[in-house]
């Protein structure tokens, strides 16, 4: 930091031998990064009793910086791209993978909006591979595997949890089609299904 004395009267502080001068300037050198330093707006001089204007300020003003919202739409189009070219979930890691080597090899050679890009690509794999995950993988135990597009009859096994409770019915709603009267529920945990028919 230098301190700088401007030219100009000299004023007392009362007490003898002690003066100040009537305005002071400092001038602040910092070390910016490369990537700043070409935004940075021309140094001006201006004196401490001088109030920037409203006008100023808002003109000076850079535009909101918002990474979430680019991080969001690569994720949407990692899981668009799964909805329509559903590929398995190791292909989608893989190309994650793959996407955060580049990433460090054009960062080590200072390649940052291609480094950006490839990384938006990982987390586009990242969130096709989530929606893989919750659209078309299911549990060895998942009921899909045994229902059919046909009715038919099943046997359950199962312990129940509690006792049955009764749900009285609901208030008359005129836009109910079918009128609804008291139930019976009873929460059971199923340990085995098998054909009904057998």
Known sequence: MLLRRAHGPNTACGKKGHEWPSRVSVAVDCAMP??????RPPRHNA???ESPSPDADMGSRAPRYQPLVIVLAAAAAGIAADRFWP?????????AALAWLVWLVLWRRQ?????????????GAVGGAWHHLRWSVFGADDL??????????????????????????????????????????????????????Q
């Not at 590929?87 to 890691?93: A, I, L, N």
């Open 111 to 123: 390649c940052d909006a291609a480094a950006g890009v490839v990384v938006l690509v990982s987390i």
């Open 87 to 95: 590929m398995p979930v190791p292909v989608w890691w893989a190309v």
């Open 47 to 49: 004196s401490m009793s």
């Open 34 to 39: 490369r990537h700043l330093a070409r935004n």
């Open 144 to 197: 899909g595997w045994y229902a059919r597009a046909k009715d038919q009859p099943i046997c359950v096994e199962a312990v129940a949890r509690g006792g049955p409770r009764r749900i009285p019915a609901p208030e008359f709603d005129p836009m109910r089609i079918i009128p609804t009267g008291d139930r019976t529920r009873l929460e059971v945990d199923v340990v085995g299904l098998r054909d009904g028919v």
